[in-house]
């Protein structure tokens, strides 16, 4: 039995999602201050008063990055907080930079709103329709962050 909410809960799923991404308990303790044991008390619900410390995420969430999800543990506070994590793009700030990136962004946003207005196509949307709506606006959202981020950096080079 367990004394941990359910937030509580996916913080320790999702640290385990961390250290498997590393490779296992062993690899991630290379990895970072802590051992092996501390590790999996940090990802158990067995220890409701452990969890993993900042300095120990950056260690090991930059060696997760092949494991869907990631980075998992920082996702995870951000949609605790109201948010959602977006990658910046590592792209330059040449002009077709900005045009790529714009229109990936008006696809992604097309495809949110075709998918809202095919919603409601005979009426009402159901479960699966409105998961897959906040996928599509989630993709606009993410898309719109990244072409900020390429007209911000072409900012920095016009000053």
Request: glycine content about 8%; overall charge negative; some cysteine.
């Given at each position: 039995?367990?004394?941990?909410?359910?937030?509580?809960?996916?913080?320790?799923?999702?640290?385990?999602?961390?250290i498997?991404g590393c490779g296992?308990?062993?690899?991630?303790?290379?990895?970072?201050?802590?051992?092996k044991?501390?590790?999996?008390?940090?990802?158990s619900?067995d220890?409701?008063?452990?969890?993993?410390?900042?300095d120990?995420?950056?260690?090991l969430?930059p060696?997760?990055k092949?494991?869907?999800?990631?980075?998992h543990v920082?996702?995870?506070l951000?949609e605790?907080?109201?948010?959602?994590?977006?990658?910046?793009?590592?792209?330059?700030t040449l002009?077709?930079?900005?045009h790529?990136?714009?229109?990936?962004?008006?696809?992604?946003?097309?495809?949110?709103?075709?998918?809202i207005?095919a919603?409601?196509?005979?009426g009402k949307?159901?479960?699966g329709?409105?998961e897959?709506a906040?996928k599509e606006?989630?993709?606009?959202?993410?898309?719109?962050?990244?072409?900020?981020?390429v007209?911000?950096r072409?900012?920095e080079?016009?000053?």
């Amino acid at each position: 039995m367990t004394d941990l909410t359910p937030e509580q809960i996916k913080l320790k799923d999702v640290t385990h999602d961390m250290i498997k991404g590393c490779g296992g308990l062993e690899a991630a303790a290379s990895l970072c201050r802590v051992g092996k044991s501390v590790l999996a008390e940090y990802a158990s619900e067995d220890h409701p008063d452990r969890f993993v410390p900042i300095d120990v995420v950056a260690d090991l969430e930059p060696k997760a990055k092949n494991r869907p999800g990631w980075p998992h543990v920082t996702r995870r506070l951000c949609e605790v907080m109201g948010g959602v994590f977006v990658p910046l793009p590592r792209a330059g700030t040449l002009p077709a930079d900005v045009h790529a990136a714009l229109a990936v962004s008006l696809k992604e946003h097309s495809d949110g709103a075709s998918t809202i207005v095919a919603g409601f196509a005979d009426g009402k949307f159901d479960r699966g329709e409105l998961e897959h709506a906040i996928k599509e606006v989630t993709e606009g959202i993410e898309a719109a962050v990244r072409l900020k981020a390429v007209l911000e950096r072409m900012l920095e080079d016009v000053r």
